[in-house]
C-alpha cells in the first residue's frame, strides 16, 4: 500500500522487491476491501497480553474484587490494539470489562469474540452499561436469540434499540409480559 501510494505522489521507489522479500504482503480479498484480521488477530500473536488475562475463567469461581481491580488496572494501561486482541482471545473476565469499552471497535471485538459463551451473552444482554450496539449484534445472531433468557433480557434492557426489542415480545410467556408490562425499567412503547 505505502508503494502504490508513494508511486501516486510520484516518489521513486527504490528495490521494492527487496522489501517484498522482508515483509510478506497479506493476501486482499477478491473484492478489494482490506482484510485487516488476518494481520492484526493472529492468534500466535499475542504474547505482549498478560498470561492471567488469557487463561479461561472456572465457570463456578465468584471474581476475586481485588484480582478484578487490578484486571482493570491492567486494561486501562493498553492501547487500543492490545484490547482488541484481549477481547477476542482473552477470559471471560477482561471481555466482561471490554464489552463496555467507549470504544467501538473493542466493545465489537469482545462481543465477537471466539470464546464467548451463553452465559456471557446473557449478562450482557441485561447490562445497562453496554452501548446499543452490542445489544444489537446481540439481537441479530440467529445462534444467541435462540435462548429465551437473551430474549426476555433484550427486552427488559432499555438501552436495546426499539425495532430489537419488538421482535422478541411475541416469543415471551405471558408471565414475562405482565412483568414487563409493569416494569418502569422499559420503554413506553414496550410496556404498552
Known amino acids: 500500500t505505502l508503494d502504490r501510494m508513494l508511486e501516486f505522489l510520484g516518489v521513486p521507489v527504490a528495490d521494492s522487491a527487496a ?5 510478506p504482503r497479506v493476501p486482499e480479498p477478491a473484492d478489494g476491501t482490506a482484510n485487516p484480521d488476518a494481520a492484526l488477530f493472529d492468534p500466535n500473536d499475542i504474547k505482549d497480553l498478560p ?17 478484578s481491580a ?3 488496572a491492567a486494561i486501562q494501561e493498553m492501547n487500543v490494539m492490545q484490547k482488541i486482541k484481549l477481547a ?6 477482561a471481555r466482561a470489562i471490554l464489552v463496555r469499552d467507549r470504544n467501538k471497535i473493542v466493545s465489537s471485538a469482545a462481543i ?18 453496554v452501548s446499543e ?10 445462534e444467541w436469540t435462540k435462548s429465551r433468557a437473551v430474549k426476555h433480557a433484550l427486552v427488559m434492557n ?33 410496556s404498552t
Not at 133 to 142: A, D, P
Open 19 to 23: 522489501k517484498n522479500e522482508r515483509a
Open 51 to 67: 498470561e492471567d488475562l488469557l487463561a479461561e475463567d472456572d465457570d463456578g469461581a465468584e471474581p476475586d474484587e481485588l484480582k
Open 70 to 72: 487490578s484486571v482493570h
Open 88 to 93: 477476542r482471545f482473552g477470559n471471560g473476565e
Open 112 to 129: 465477537n469474540s471466539p470464546k464467548l459463551r451463553e452465559t456471557e451473552v446473557i449478562a450482557f444482554s441485561k447490562s445497562k452499561a
Open 133 to 142: 450496539e452490542v445489544l444489537r449484534t446481540i439481537g441479530s445472531s440467529r
Open 158 to 190: 432499555p438501552k436495546t434499540p426499539l425495532p430489537i426489542a419488538m421482535k422478541f415480545i411475541v416469543h415471551l410467556t405471558d408471565g414475562d409480559l405482565k412483568l414487563i408490562m409493569k416494569s418502569k425499567d422499559v420503554p413506553a412503547q414496550i
